[in-house]
């Protein structure tokens, strides 16, 4: 099996039967080879986080199927979304959204224990990861001590904690200035090619979206390539 994400017909509209409904995605397709990195392009409003939503399980189409690494989750109930939400996504959004009173190490080492892994492996795995993205002399710091590149990093490292098959990204570098924007955005990508994760990372940075294998953009509820 070669995809890991397969989103089929998936359709999307808010405040269904009223006066003020809006429809967002209108039966789109989206395929992720394993692999594969794909950008996300979008005007604002156009559905991105919607999109990222049904493809990470937090929500549900209205109409369509989501695949991930084989298994049609569509009308899976709670727990098994959950479970498949844990063993098999990543998440990385615009803040970093790390647990403020726990170490940067502990923030990598936490989704693990709750996955079932054992303390010493699991610390050797953040130890592993915060040494990919250069923070080994910070694994002790907390969120706060550290700057928000740094935090942002640690964030990836998180994401990447329980090995997943897809990473989920909404602009993963959104809140950072330009340059930091691009180092870290280096760093994300060296993360997910030496790991060869798969990944959907939608960005409205157009250079940034070129690092990328294929840029597809999300336009009147439908995608397109390039
Ligand atoms: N819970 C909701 N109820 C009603 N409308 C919603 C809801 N969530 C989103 N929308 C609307 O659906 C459209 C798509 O929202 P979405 O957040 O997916 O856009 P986006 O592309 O991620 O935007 P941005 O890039 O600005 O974050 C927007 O017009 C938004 O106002």
């Given at each position: 099996m070669s995809d890991v994400l397969i989103c089929e017909g998936i359709a999307k509209s808010y405040n269904r039967g009223k006066p003020n409904e809006i429809t967002v995605l209108k039966g789109l397709d989206l395929t992720i080879p394993k692999g594969q990195v794909?950008?996300?392009?979008?005007?604002?409003?156009?559905?991105?986080?919607?999109?990222?939503?049904?493809?990470?399980?937090?929500?549900?189409?209205?109409?369509?199927?989501?695949?991930?690494?084989?298994?049609?989750?569509?009308?899976?109930?709670?727990?098994?979304?959950?479970?498949?939400?844990?063993?098999?996504l990543g998440f990385v959004y615009q803040f970093h959204h790390l647990l403020p009173e726990f170490s940067a190490a502990e923030n990598i080492i936490l989704p693990?224990?709750?996955?079932?892994?054992?303390?010493?492996?699991?610390?050797?795995?953040?130890?592993?990861?915060?040494?990919?993205?250069?923070?080994?002399?910070?694994?002790?710091?907390?969120?706060?001590?550290?700057?928000?590149?740094?935090?942002?990093?640690?964030?990836?490292?998180?994401?990447?904690?329980?090995?997943?098959?897809?990473?989920?990204a909404d602009e993963p570098t959104g809140n950072l200035d330009p340059a930091t924007s691009d180092t870290v955005f280096d760093v994300l990508m060296g993360l997910v090619r030496e790991t060869g994760l798969s990944a959907l990372i939608a960005t409205h940075n157009m250079e940034l979206a070129a690092k990328m294998d294929r840029v597809l953009r999300l336009e009147n509820g439908a995608l397109t390539e390039g």
């Open positions: 794909t950008a996300l392009v979008a005007p604002s409003g156009a559905g991105k986080s919607t999109l990222l939503h049904i493809a990470g399980l937090l929500d549900t189409p209205d109409a369509g199927r989501v695949v991930i690494d084989g298994e049609d989750l569509t009308g899976a109930r709670d727990g098994k979304r959950t479970a498949a939400r844990r063993e098999k693990q224990l709750a996955n079932g892994a054992g303390r010493a492996d699991a610390e050797a795995r953040a130890a592993d990861l915060l040494g990919r993205v250069g923070l080994s002399a910070r694994m002790d710091h907390r969120p706060s001590a550290l700057s928000g590149g740094e935090q942002q990093r640690v964030a990836f490292c998180r994401a990447l904690a329980n090995a997943p098959s897809l990473l989920l």
